[in-house]
């Protein structure tokens, strides 16, 4: 089954209950296996600038090499599948964008952003991201993070300062140790899961799992998983019923098929058509 037929893709963003606009930019392309959200920050209208270059930079920038490139051959260099190479590198180019901008024009000096992207291919997600928004994966009855979030709370809880429970009331929640565009290198973290057929991931800003906890997130993804656009409208609609203090984006991949690469001669074939 090729990707496009094998996905079944939706997105949805609120500026939620408080904030006047939306600093959050999200994107998808079903034919390329690509989803890419961030979260913005900085001062008046910057965070949005930052999250939409780094939507952009990230989106055209893979699809274009992904005509030269197949996601899942090793990259000469680093053995690596050339589609966490080309999340990786991409996500440093709009960091490099970001803080070039940041840097030449004061009005949006000191933005940043956060951001999360998954690229699937051969029955596989390289998922990369940069601060606290999150991938979470609902497999059978299981949901779950499958990102860690880049935060002086994550960090306080790794090192047992502070427990889970705690965690949800700290005044740290929003403190990011690592974002786009802050400085003049990043270092997204990059990691490739095995996908099966029913999976359903979510990437979200932190708009939502701040207002939601994980297990009513798990159990509205569970409740209405046969109908994407209502499930991504209602997680909206219960972050902003619990005060919507900010900006809210969800993205939500189903994998309704397997979508593995060719191999072999018909993998050598299709690359001679690239060429």
Known sequence: MNIQDALEIVSLSHPGMVRSHNEDSVTFDTAAGLVVLADGMGGYNAGEVASGIAVSVLSSEIRHHLQDV????????????????????????????IYHAAESQPQYSGM??????????????????????RMYRLRGEVFETITRDHSLLQEQIDSGMISAADARTSKNRNLVTRAVGIDAEVEPEVHVHQVQVGDIYLLCSDGLNDMIVDEEIGATLKMLKANLSLAASALIEQANDNGGRDNVSVILVKVNGRFAAPHGWVAKLLSWFKH
């Open 70 to 97: 197949r996601p899942e051959e090793p990259d000469p260099f680093s053995g690596e599948d050339a589609g966490v190479v080309l999340l990786r590198d991409n996500v440093q180019k709009a960091n490099a964008s």
């Open 112 to 133: 940043g952003t956060t951001i999360v992207a998954g690229l699937f291919y051969d029955d596989r997600v390289a998922v990369a991201h940069v601060g606290d928004s």
